[in-house]
């Protein structure tokens, strides 16, 4: 019944490694993002996707990189990790961009 | 970009209280959105509401565009409506841009 779901929801892993989050919509929505929240809980967005084509990139390292197989699924793969990739990373859909943002649970990455 | 401010950046209140959130943006928008963050660090979205006024149950909000601040209401606050609540604008561009959030502790 999760609206909007990721996996892991806790990542904990070394500084250069590589590592990727899951989020799926089970919501029919064409607009999916990737949003990053750190450690002052400042939510800022990533990446947007509409019908599995990348529509904004907010200067994001290309150490960062998003794949939209379907509509409905969107990953997020982080080569290299830095200390400072450590945050809170949330994945949303709606139906439009002018449309309510449904959030997933949230994955908290650590790089140590 | 569109700057986004919350106030105030803190609330304390006695369970039972009323209470007001601000937001004030620096621009037009076509898109304004109001999220609850629960203590467990799930988003909910409460509100989309570029212009007008909305109510759900004992929150509502109020968005006056053409002045570009929008009013987040909570009325008779319980314990579980401590958290934060973070508003978001955007201009048919694909991403919102979020406030600080305003965090809300209620005392029982």
């Known amino acids: 019944d999760t609206a909007v779901s990721q996996t892991p929801k806790y990542l904990v892993t070394q500084m250069g490694n590589d590592k990727s989050i899951k989020c799926e919509q089970n919501?029919?929505?064409?607009?999916m993002y990737w949003y990053k929240q750190d450690s002052k809980k400042f939510l800022k967005i990533m990446f947007s996707?509409?019908?599995?084509?990348?529509?904004i990139n907010e200067t994001v390292p290309n150490r960062f990189s998003p794949k939209s197989p379907d509509k409905a699924h969107l990953n997020l793969h982080i080569n290299s990790l830095e200390l400072g990739d450590s945050a809170v990373y949330f994945c949303?859909?709606?139906?439009?961009?002018?449309?309510?943002?449904?959030f997933g649970p949230g994955t908290r990455l650590l790089v140590l | 970009g569109i700057q986004v401010e919350q106030s105030p950046p803190d609330l304390i209140l006695q369970e039972g209280a009323n209470s007001t959130l601000r937001c004030n943006f620096s621009?037009?928008?076509?898109?304004l959105q109001w999220f609850h963050q629960n203590p467990w660090g799930q988003l909910i979205n409460l509100f989309y509401?570029?212009?007008g006024t909305k109510q759900n149950g004992r929150l509502s909000a109020t968005t006056v565009a053409t002045e570009r601040y929008s009013l987040l209401y909570i009325s008779s606050s319980q314990t579980t409506d401590s958290g934060v609540y973070f508003c978001?604008?955007?201009?048919?561009?694909?991403?919102?841009?979020f406030g600080a959030g305003t965090t809300v502790t209620v005392r029982a």
């Open positions: 509401i570029p212009s």
């Open positions: 996707y509409n019908n599995k084509e990348l529509i």
């Open positions: 919501l029919g929505h064409d607009t």
């Open positions: 978001a604008v955007g201009v048919n561009d694909y991403k919102l841009s």
């Open positions: 621009d037009s928008v076509n898109n």
């Open positions: 949303a859909s709606s139906q439009t961009e002018q449309e309510t943002q449904y």
